[in-house]
């Protein structure tokens, strides 16, 4: 199929099921808090995906299609289930199936980062025109971003997801091959109780 340089987002989104998401966090919280808490950072993600109309977005639902939250105009064509084994899997199979649909410059996030904003996501596309590869670095090693203006298998074979290496392994792969990348802010992801409590308290002190 013929590229049109088009940008794509694609959103990496639980189906939010009661006892099927912020598992971590829910051992110390419990099930309904976690539920709760999971529908708030779906709604602060949300609240920024939406202001970036210039820019495709996908939802992919970790289980079954679903409606968008309320008074959120997303494009249903673009609703789709993840596809895959384990993570890596699912997001290669994302990008590629993005691809395929014509796009060029392509970005994955997840729901777990309350910090992410529009201007983020817009820098990490502004910089994919400069760099292959685009990480938005998370504070427990990981990254809450991955931009590519092409597929990068290597990025997604391998990798011990939800560890600290995540990010260092993959930054080390791409050097070996010689492949330049850029680095976004540091941010937070919502993983445990710690860390929905800093977030807490850095909320209260930035009103």
Known sequence: MKKTNGQALIVFQ?????????????ATVGNEKALEIYHHLLKLTYSQITQIQEIAVFIYYSDYLEEPPARVSLDSNHHRVQQGSDLGDRMRNAFWEVSEAGFENIAIIGTD?????????????????SFPVVFGPAKDGGYYLLGMNRLE???????????????????????????????????????????????????????
């Open 153 to 207: 298998n290597s990025l997604f074979e391998e990798i011990p997801w939800s560890t600290s290496e995540v990010l260092k392994i993959s930054a080390a792969r791409l050097k070996d091959k010689n492949i330049p990348f850029q680095l976004l802010p540091m941010l937070s992801d919502i993983d445990n109780e710690k860390d929905w409590n800093a977030y807490i308290r850095l909320t209260l002190e930035t009103k």
């Open 113 to 129: 980062c309350p910090e992410i904003s529009a201007e983020i996501i817009r820098d990490a596309f502004l910089n994919l025109a």
């Open 14 to 26: 639980k189906n939010p099921v009661l006892g099927k998401v912020k598992t971590r966090l829910a």
